[in-house]
């Protein structure tokens, strides 16, 4: 059973900058693509990055891209999400998810409904 537990979210300004790690633990990550999703108030979750096992191919979702950076430590069984410029419509819980599939070296994915494992969420404040 993989385990996986966010950290890193807080309350920050607009403009400003917060990195979120996500620690996992019960399997074997570096087998598994990596994605960030969030969730804000009264809406739908919401595909934010995601990262292939080898962190050669990477993806984003177009509200982000540009702003936010995805990562991955094999050795530390870590997943990044760098944030900047930060705007108050970052707002959210912030999840990671893993892919169990073996679709390659390159392989991610944007789709929800794919993740196999998902973290209990970090939130997210941007105040404006």
């Known amino acids: 059973q993989v385990q996986l537990v966010e950290s890193g979210g807080g309350l920050v300004q607009a403009g400003g900058s917060l990195r979120l790690s996500c620690a996992a633990s019960?399997?074997?990550?570096?087998?598994?693509?990596m994605g960030w999703f969030r969730q804000a108030p009264g809406k739908e979750r919401e595909f934010v990055a995601t990262?292939?096992?080898?962190?050669?191919?990477?993806y984003y979702g177009s509200s982000v891209k540009g702003r936010f950076t995805i990562s991955r430590d094999n050795a530390k069984d870590t997943v990044f999400l760098q944030m900047d410029s930060l705007k108050p419509e970052d707002t959210a819980v912030y999840y990671c998810?893993?892919?169990?599939?073996?679709?390659?070296?390159?392989?991610?994915?944007?789709?929800?409904?794919?993740?196999?494992?998902w973290g209990q969420g970090t939130q997210v404040t941007v105040s404006s």
């Open positions: 990262i292939s096992r080898s962190g050669n191919n990477i």
């Open positions: 998810a893993a892919e169990t599939y073996d679709g390659g070296s390159l392989y991610y994915t944007n789709r929800e409904y794919e993740y196999d494992y």
């Open positions: 019960g399997g074997t990550f570096s087998s598994y693509a």
